[in-house]
């Protein structure tokens, strides 16, 4: 999976309201990729609209886990700046998205309240070490199971929980990593991570 994860200007600090909207776009990949690797697994996810509906509960997880993490790097008023601006960049793309889909519509408040409700019950599981809980995946294996017909669930629940939400994790860690300059990065812009 490629993913932008530097900065043109690598030099300059970076503010809440630029990393999130960089998060906005890396969770966005990393939710679709993992639909994508869902279907590749055999996984029948009925339509485009229910796959982008599955996007839309990991971009749920990844923005709360972002957050979680990011947390002790910004004041109590950046961090406001940074989970107000990743929910409007994720409401955003997933507007764009629907649109393209679906014709016009509003899109983007359906999406901002579904974040504000997964942050709160998200909020209320395990966080361990920087790293989602077990309990994390369930969670969003539920949702995900919720979005699909039901004689599909079976197998989706699993993947979701063995595979894809921690997948998705690892990919999400890898850009905040590499965003933060945490990891050495080489010169391009975009950076491949499939298999690293």
Same mark, same amino acid.
């Given at each position: 999976?490629?993913?932008?994860?530097?900065?043109?200007?690598? %030099?300059?600090?970076?503010?809440?309201?630029?990393?999130?909207?960089?998060?906005?776009?890396?969770?966005?990949?990393?939710?679709? /990729?993992?639909?994508?690797?869902?279907?590749?697994?055999?996984?029948?996810?009925?339509?485009?609209?229910? %796959?982008?509906?599955?996007?839309?509960?990991?971009?749920?997880?990844?923005?709360?886990?972002?957050?979680?993490?990011?947390?002790?790097?910004?004041?109590?008023?950046?961090?406001?700046?940074?989970?107000?601006?990743?929910?409007?960049?994720?409401?955003?793309?997933?507007?764009?998205?629907?649109?393209?889909?679906?014709?016009?519509? /509003?899109?983007?408040?359906?999406?901002?309240?579904?974040?504000?409700?997964?942050?709160?019950?998200?909020?209320?599981?395990?966080? /361990?070490?920087? /790293?989602?809980?077990?309990?994390?995946?369930?969670?969003?294996?539920?949702?995900?199971?919720?979005?699909?017909?039901?004689?599909?669930?079976? %197998?989706?629940?699993?993947?979701?929980?063995?595979?894809?939400?921690?997948?998705?994790?690892?990919?999400?860690?890898? %850009?905040?990593?590499?965003?933060?300059?945490?990891?050495?990065?080489?010169?391009?812009?975009?950076?491949?991570?499939?298999?690293?």
């Amino acid at each position: 999976m490629r993913m932008r994860t530097q900065w043109f200007d690598k %030099g300059k600090p970076r503010g809440a309201e630029e990393i999130a909207n960089a998060m906005g776009f890396i969770c966005w990949q990393i939710g679709a /990729e993992r639909v994508k690797k869902m279907r590749e697994a055999g996984l029948d996810l009925v339509s485009p609209r229910h %796959g982008l509906h599955i996007v839309t509960e990991f971009l749920a997880l990844l923005a709360h886990i972002a957050d979680r993490q990011l947390q002790p790097r910004f004041t109590a008023e950046e961090r406001q700046i940074f989970v107000s601006t990743l929910g409007l960049k994720m409401a955003e793309t997933v507007a764009d998205n629907r649109t393209d889909l679906e014709g016009p519509g /509003e899109y983007k408040k359906p999406l901002i309240d579904l974040l504000n409700n997964r942050f709160q019950e998200y909020a209320e599981l395990p966080f /361990e070490n920087l /790293e989602p809980s077990f309990a994390m995946y369930r969670l969003l294996a539920s949702y995900v199971c919720d979005i699909v017909d039901q004689k599909r669930k079976g %197998g989706v629940y699993e993947q979701v929980m063995e595979v894809e939400g921690n997948e998705a994790y690892k990919l999400l860690q890898r %850009g905040i990593d590499r965003l933060l300059d945490k990891q050495q990065a080489d010169e391009s812009m975009v950076k491949d991570i499939r298999g690293e």
